[in-house]
């Protein structure tokens, strides 16, 4: 419908925009805070800053290195603001977009206690979030634990049923968070049973997105600069690819 493809509009809009820059501040804040509080990787980066670049341009981006770690608290606080500002207003319009898509009326809603509610919906995303890839990273660990526990560790077809076990794991827990998104976040009430196979479907994708993540990740850390700004580049296009997975 066109009421759903504005609020989908809007919501890109929100994320892909407003939320980058902000996320970016809040990214090298980390770096930076990360750097200042070691020195040996401090100097590395330097150290491969100057190796790669010409001469001037190397002095000025050290310096701007020096800049940023001067700056990082200022600029991380500036940045998560300006971030759940963003945040805010992608979630409304993503509850919107939902109950455009299943077919539900639209509620008027007093700004105050409907901005509450939009920011406790997008504070339970992040958690549902978070306890999906912690349970995905528990039963990994778990498993390995226990593979090592009962001298199986070095077995191939052990191995390949750990593997096996986990992604049912973390699928398990991705098909609850989709569940959730399509089932509680319209304004409206929604039968669960009505959203059960689109959030299985779902879960499918977003694992195959956090397994393809996991790759890049872990092919940027090879060099001291990729060491500090690979993961936070990697996460940035991972999390806009979730924004755009979920709606």
């Excluded at 509009?9 to 070691?38: D, H, K, Q, W």
């Excluded at 319009?93 to 509610?117: C, H, M, Y």
């Excluded at 979030?129 to 528990?138: C, E, H, M, R």
């Excluded at 669960?192 to 092919?219: C, D, H, P, Q």
């Amino acid at each position: 419908s066109k009421r759903y493809g504005d609020h989908y509009a809007a919501a890109i809009t929100y994320f892909s925009v407003l939320s980058i820059v902000p996320m970016l501040m809040v990214a090298f804040a980390a770096a930076a805070f990360v750097l200042a509080g070691n020195q040996e990787l401090l100097d590395e980066l330097k150290g491969a800053i100057t190796s790669e670049a010409p001469e001037e341009m190397a002095a000025t981006l050290n310096q701007v290195v020096d800049q940023a770690i001067e700056s990082r608290t200022t600029v991380g606080v500036l940045g998560l603001l300006t971030a759940l500002y963003a945040g805010i207003n992608w979630m409304s319009n993503l509850r919107d977009a939902l109950t455009a898509q299943w077919g539900l009326r639209k509620v008027d809603r007093p700004l105050i206690s409907g901005t509450l509610k939009d920011l406790l919906a997008l504070l339970g995303l992040g958690l549902a979030l978070v306890i999906s890839f912690g349970l995905t990273a528990l039963g990994v660990g778990a498993g390995e634990y226990v593979l090592e526990l009962i001298g199986l560790a070095e077995y191939g077809w052990a191995r390949a049923g750990l593997t096996a076990v986990a992604i049912v794991l973390s699928i398990a827990a991705n098909w609850l968070v989709f569940l959730w998104v399509i089932a509680k976040l319209p304004r409206e009430k929604v039968v669960l049973r009505a959203a059960v196979k689109g959030a299985l479907i779902a879960a499918i994708g977003f694992e195959i997105l956090k397994s393809a993540a996991t790759v890049f990740l872990s092919s940027v850390t090879s060099s001291p600069t990729g060491a500090v700004f690979g993961p936070i580049i990697g996460l940035l296009i991972f999390a806009n690819l979730v924004a755009r997975f979920l709606l």
